[in-house]
């Protein structure tokens, strides 16, 4: 991925982040998930948010993309208009707008994200109706195109997802969510359960496809391998709270917080 700076992703498309987060708090019972998350993203940024498991990576990812109320803070997000909208101050119909439409969810199970019975091209077509592309040619067209991007054979555009290898059932997923490029995307351990060639080949396919279409993401991992190959800056979470925060390369090859310098020293070993 091409090496940017905080300064070159913030100036590059203008003062204004794509999502503010300010003071995010999620509690289950007497269990802290998430405490006091602040921080910003700008367009064409991949934002990595690594920890161990029960960090708050996950309930901070439901909450930002509406699937979880926040007990408190705000999540602002800048719509296409231009206008800043608080997200939980939308009526719920927006919202999930927001999600069919300028935003995608990877998640880590391909299944979650997809409709089984659907075939794979009309899960990628069901996207783009959302959208509101109505045209059976143009939207067939379409998912072949994407299926020939996303490494599928463009000859099982009929098929059921169910017929797929877990990992083309991944990048059948990534396609889905693509297809309408959205500006902002939540990836949710995205190459978690799949072998070392496969994740490989998917690291490859996302990077690209980040590259390519200018995506903001938003990718939570517990791999700081695919963090280093993903995300141009990293948010490190222990307990809920945010212990460390900077450039990918600067936080896992110089990392300042003792629990940063513990999973970095366990990825050595």
């Given at each position: 991925m091409t090496e940017l700076s905080l300064a070159d992703v913030t100036h590059g498309v203008g003062l204004a982040p794509l999502l503010r987060v300010a003071g995010l708090a999620k509690n289950f019972g007497e269990r802290v998930a998430c405490r006091d998350v602040s921080f910003e993203i700008w367009r064409g940024e991949v934002l990595g948010v690594v920890g161990e498991s029960g960090s708050g990576k996950t309930t901070l990812l439901n909450c930002l993309s509406t699937r979880l109320q926040p007990d408190a803070g705000r999540i602002e997000y800048r719509l296409r208009d231009g206008r800043v909208a608080e997200l939980f101050e939308l009526p719920e119909p927006a919202r999930r707008l927001l999600m069919r439409t300028d935003w995608g969810f990877v998640h880590q199970k391909p299944r979650d994200g997809l409709r089984l019975?659907?075939?794979?091209?009309?899960?990628?077509?069901?996207?783009?109706?959302?959208?509101?592309?109505?045209?059976y040619g143009d939207i067939r067209s379409a998912a072949v195109d994407w299926l020939a991007k996303v490494e599928i054979e463009i000859e099982r555009v009929d098929e059921a997802p169910l017929t797929f290898s877990g990992g083309m059932q991944q990048r059948l997923q990534i396609a889905r969510n693509l297809v309408s490029r959205p500006r902002l995307v939540f990836m949710d351990e995205?190459?978690?359960?799949?072998?070392?060639?496969?994740?490989?080949?998917?690291?490859?396919?996302?990077?690209?496809?980040?590259?390519?279409?200018?995506?903001?993401?938003?990718?939570?991992?517990?791999?700081?391998?695919?963090?280093?190959?993903?995300?141009?800056?990293?948010?490190?979470?222990?307990?809920?709270?945010?212990?460390?925060?900077?450039l990918t390369d600067q936080v896992l090859d110089d990392p300042q917080h003792p629990y940063t310098q513990l999973l970095v020293s366990s990825m050595l070993q």
């Amino acid at each position: 991925m091409t090496e940017l700076s905080l300064a070159d992703v913030t100036h590059g498309v203008g003062l204004a982040p794509l999502l503010r987060v300010a003071g995010l708090a999620k509690n289950f019972g007497e269990r802290v998930a998430c405490r006091d998350v602040s921080f910003e993203i700008w367009r064409g940024e991949v934002l990595g948010v690594v920890g161990e498991s029960g960090s708050g990576k996950t309930t901070l990812l439901n909450c930002l993309s509406t699937r979880l109320q926040p007990d408190a803070g705000r999540i602002e997000y800048r719509l296409r208009d231009g206008r800043v909208a608080e997200l939980f101050e939308l009526p719920e119909p927006a919202r999930r707008l927001l999600m069919r439409t300028d935003w995608g969810f990877v998640h880590q199970k391909p299944r979650d994200g997809l409709r089984l019975g659907l075939s794979a091209g009309a899960n990628i077509g069901e996207r783009l109706m959302a959208i509101g592309e109505r045209h059976y040619g143009d939207i067939r067209s379409a998912a072949v195109d994407w299926l020939a991007k996303v490494e599928i054979e463009i000859e099982r555009v009929d098929e059921a997802p169910l017929t797929f290898s877990g990992g083309m059932q991944q990048r059948l997923q990534i396609a889905r969510n693509l297809v309408s490029r959205p500006r902002l995307v939540f990836m949710d351990e995205p190459t978690g359960g799949l072998d070392v060639s496969v994740q490989a080949r998917l690291l490859d396919l996302l990077r690209g496809l980040c590259d390519e279409l200018g995506l903001a993401a938003i990718v939570v991992t517990h791999d700081l391998g695919v963090a280093r190959l993903l995300a141009h800056r990293l948010i490190v979470m222990r307990g809920g709270a945010i212990v460390e925060t900077g450039l990918t390369d600067q936080v896992l090859d110089d990392p300042q917080h003792p629990y940063t310098q513990l999973l970095v020293s366990s990825m050595l070993q």
